[in-house]
């Protein structure tokens, strides 16, 4: 079961005002992709056998590898037991629009920060997971690692995002790059948590801070 109202995928956008200007255009086509489902086949979710060399940069709601080098790969199951056991940091890196550093748009809205449907005790930082991180993306994904962890860099970290997520998978290849060990990814994500019936509750993503 899930708490809070039923919602869709594109339930990131639930409360959110018109935005003042456009998402840069890269962005937008990464969320544009993402937020369609994948049509895929019958076995739809059959993992690919090699991983590829560099991060993905295009195409994110795509079939994603069986495996991460350097990385545990978790079920649902088995993320359930690693929480019983352990205290890991939930990190979700679905991505989300975000307006310039203005309040109001041109029609005088108010903008509100939107919201997601996610793992209980969930870290949501948006848009860290993109193939090419802007500048700022990746000061806000270093700055928050940094502060999550403590600077503990053996911080057991569980990242995820929606089923078939190349995001998910990006996000987690670059923490293990910036020499964090142990590293989980939940390829299942939202999609994986919900269809075992599990609980959602609403995440707000982490707020940005000069600079970021």
């Known amino acids: 079961m899930r708490s809070g109202p039923q919602n869709s995928t594109t339930a990131a956008w639930r409360r959110a005002a018109p935005l003042a200007a456009a998402v840069s255009l890269g962005l937008a086509i990464a969320l544009s992709a993402l937020l369609t489902p994948n049509p895929g086949s019958a076995d739809d979710h059959a993992c ?4 590829p ?4 940069t295009s195409e994110f709601r795509a079939a994603v590898p069986c495996s991460l080098e350097g990385a545990t790969v ?3 199951g088995e993320l359930l037991a690693l929480l019983e056991q352990r205290d890991p940091l939930l990190i979700d890196v679905m991505p989300s629009p975000r307006p310039p550093r203005i309040v109001r748009d041109s029609q005088d809205h108010l903008w509100l920060p939107p919201i997601r449907d996610s793992l209980p005790g969930t870290v949501w930082l948006p848009n860290v997971g993109l193939g090419v991180l802007p500048v700022e993306e990746e000061n806000y994904f270093r700055a928050n690692l940094e502060r999550l962890t403590g600077g503990d860099r053996t911080r057991t970290i569980v990242f995820f995002c929606l089923s078939d997520c190349w995001m998910s998978w990006n996000a987690a290849r670059r923490a293990l790059d910036w020499n964090y060990t142990s590293i989980v990814w939940y390829p299942e994500g939202t999609d994986g948590w919900e269809a075992a019936e599990l609980e959602l509750t609403e995440v707000s993503p982490v707020e940005r801070t000069e600079g970021q």
């Open 48 to 51: 690919l056998p090699d991983e």
């Open 74 to 76: 978790a079920t649902t």
């Open 53 to 56: 060399a560099a991060y993905r």
